[in-house]
T-cell receptor, first 113, second 113 residues
């Protein structure tokens, strides 16, 4: 069955430090891949997406992600985090070609001052 | 462009009562999704519409949940009777189709007591 795994439930980093959030997926073909961010009490906002082409994609707020087919991964990175980046981050995958999107369980990011 | 609108934002009901949530997608978006997000978990797809037809409702608990999309625009999600475990945020999202690009509403928070 198709699935999305985010192995880290919580991650804490210091402000100004680099960040990497992990995402692995289980799907036969090359899927469409997404990262969303959710601030407390808010809906989900798209950070970036991968459909095809260059495997390193740039998103909003200084985030980027790299698709690695051999590892079935789509990890999210940011070189220097800001306190405002504290939120929950969800990796998502389109499975099939009928626009069905499934989400991982999320990683909550905490920022130390 | 106006975003995805959802109402009510918050609802508290007793178990065995009924509740309905309304969603107005972005104008022209063919695909509409309802997700359930339980606290601390990722969004779970309940139902996906393409125009006014159902694409996927495999995870919709059909004994108590129902959803419809009127004339391929607005949608209503109903729960009857509610159970304690239905306490969650109900997220509506829409996509223009062709390629999945979900735009989320702010969600409807349901507490069942």
């Amino acid at each position: 069955a198709q699935s999305v795994t985010q192995p880290d439930i919580h991650i804490t980093v210091s402000e100004g430090a680099s960040l990497e959030l992990r995402c692995n997926y289980s799907y036969g073909a090359t899927p469409y891949l997404f990262w969303y961010v959710q601030s407390p009490g808010q809906g989900l906002q798209l950070l970036l997406k991968y459909f095809s082409g260059d495997t390193l994609v740039q998103g909003i707020k200084g985030f980027e992600a790299e698709f690695k087919r051999s590892q079935s991964s789509f990890n999210l990175r940011k070189p220097s985090v800001h306190w405002s980046d504290a939120a929950e981050y969800f990796c998502a995958v389109e499975v099939g070609r009928d626009d069905k999107i499934i989400f991982g369980k999320g990683t909550r990011l905490h920022i130390l001052p | 462009e106006a975003g995805v609108a959802q109402s009510p934002r918050y609802k508290i009901i007793e178990k065995r009562q009924s509740v309905a949530f309304w969603c107005n997608p972005i104008s022209g978006h063919a695909t509409l999704y309802w997700y359930q997000q339980i606290l601390g978990q990722g969004p779970k797809l309940l139902i996906q519409f393409q125009n006014n037809g159902v694409v996927d409702d495999s995870q919709l608990p059909k004994d108590r949940f129902s959803a419809e999309r009127l004339k391929g625009v607005d949608s209503t999600l109903k729960i009857q009777p509610a159970k304690l475990e239905d306490s969650a945020v109900y997220l509506c999202a829409s996509s223009p189709g062709l390629a999945p690009f979900l735009h989320f509403g702010e969600g409807s928070w349901l507490t069942v007591v």
